[in-house]
Nanobody
Framework: QVQLVESGGGLVQAGGSLRLSCAAS????????MGWFRQTPGNQRDLVAT???????NYADSVKGRFTISRDNAKNTVYLQMNSLKLEDAAVYYC??????????????WGQGTQVTVSS
């Protein structure tokens, strides 16, 4: 079992910055992709950004140029630097990780979510 613990959410003014962190712990063999998703009430959970073990990244069009995802493989931690925040970035942000076991079985894990609130 793998646990994901997020931190760094909070209240920020539009145009400001926040940095989210997510640390994986537990019975880890190998974590491949990690990423961030976000969700607002009544809506589906949408991809924000993902990053592979090798550093390959993928971003939602809405955050390109403003958000940067990074990871520390040694610490099994993923970060999301969010700059130039907009009102529409307000959401609960969820950390996601794909864990691969020694036998190749993959399991997806989610964090508990961290609230990001953007004020005008």
């Amino acid at each position: 079992q793998v646990q994901l613990v997020e931190s760094g959410g909070g209240l920020v003014q539009a145009g400001g910055s926040l940095r989210l962190s997510c640390a994986a712990s537990g019975s880890i063999f190998r974590i491949t992709a990690m990423g961030w998703f976000r969700q607002t009430p009544g809506n589906q959970r949408d991809l924000v950004a993902t990053i592979t073990t090798g550093g390959g990244t993928n971003y939602a069009d809405s955050v390109k140029g403003r958000f940067t995802i990074s990871r520390d493989n040694a610490k099994n931690t993923v970060y999301l630097q969010m700059n130039s925040l907009k009102l529409e970035d307000a959401a609960v942000y969820y950390c996601n990780a794909i864990h691969t076991q020694w036998n190749g079985v993959r399991t997806e894990y989610w964090g508990q979510g961290t609230q990001v609130t953007v004020s005008s």
